[in-house]
């Protein structure tokens, strides 16, 4: 089956820098994607890996090695707005729009 | 990026009966797609909606349980029929910037949150 597994919580507090780590197995591999939702809200898109190696926008930096089948979002200085679900996603074939996600990460920032 | 306006954006609906959402995007879109969120889960894709032919469905998903109209390339709807508390979810329509790396980008509308009683 197609899968991807990311921690379901993490708590971290305001101005430190936290890791949300996702790994994935699927059928194909057309890039990696991280979106935020905050309660209530739609996803948003934040970041996106087709090839090996960092990304930054910003506070927030996206990693991919495709040979591990891993990739993580870093967010620096954290803010208490930051306090969201967090979700990766393959795109996993040709349908760009065809993502599949992860479970997702509840990140709550604390004062 | 597309601007995506979904309605409703909650209702209350009985068992059995059926509810029509509505996704209309500012700019002209090929493709259109619906998700599924149930209560404090991941998003499922449930269909892609294209213009000028029939949805395509995703496994465990189906026309006569999620028919989809796309009759221009600005607006589409998902009917959620013979409802049951299962269906209860968040559904939400979504589109692709465009070509080039905007096609790895996905816009959502704000969706639809349905509760079956």
């Known amino acids: 089956g197609q899968s991807l597994e990311q921690p379901s919580e993490v708590t971290a507090v305001e101005g430190a820098i936290v890791q949300i780590n996702c790994t994935y197995q699927t059928s194909g591999f057309y890039g990696l994607s991280w979106y935020q939702q905050h309660d209530g809200g739609a996803p948003t898109f934040l970041s996106y890996n087709a090839l090996d190696g960092l990304e930054e926008t910003g506070r927030f930096s996206s990693f991919l090695s495709r040979s591990d089948s891993y990739g993580y979002l870093l967010l620096q200085e954290l803010q208490m707005k930051d306090s969201a679900s967090y979700f990766c996603?393959?795109?996993?074939?040709?349908?760009?729009?065809?993502?599949?996600f992860g479970q997702g990460t509840t990140l709550q920032v604390k004062p | 990026s597309a601007v995506i306006s979904q309605k409703p954006s909650r209702d209350i609906c009985q068992r059995g009966t059926s509810l029509t959402i509505q996704c209309q995007v500012d700019s002209q879109v090929t493709m259109m797609f619906w998700y599924r969120q149930q209560p404090g889960q991941s998003l499922t894709l449930i269909a892609t909606?294209?213009?000028?032919?029939?949805?395509?469905?995703e496994s465990g998903f189906v026309i006569d349980k999620f028919p989809i109209s796309r009759p221009n390339l600005t607006f589409s709807t998902l009917t959620v029929s013979n409802m049951s508390p299962e269906d209860s979810s968040i559904y939400l329509c979504?589109?692709?910037?465009?070509?080039?790396?905007?096609?790895?980008?996905?816009?959502f509308g704000a969706g639809s949150r349905l509760t079956v009683l």
């Open positions: 909606a294209n213009q000028g032919s029939e949805a395509t469905y």
């Open positions: 979504s589109v692709a910037y465009g070509t080039g790396f905007g096609a790895n980008v996905l816009t």
């Open positions: 996603a393959v795109r996993a074939s040709g349908n760009t729009g065809k993502l599949i």
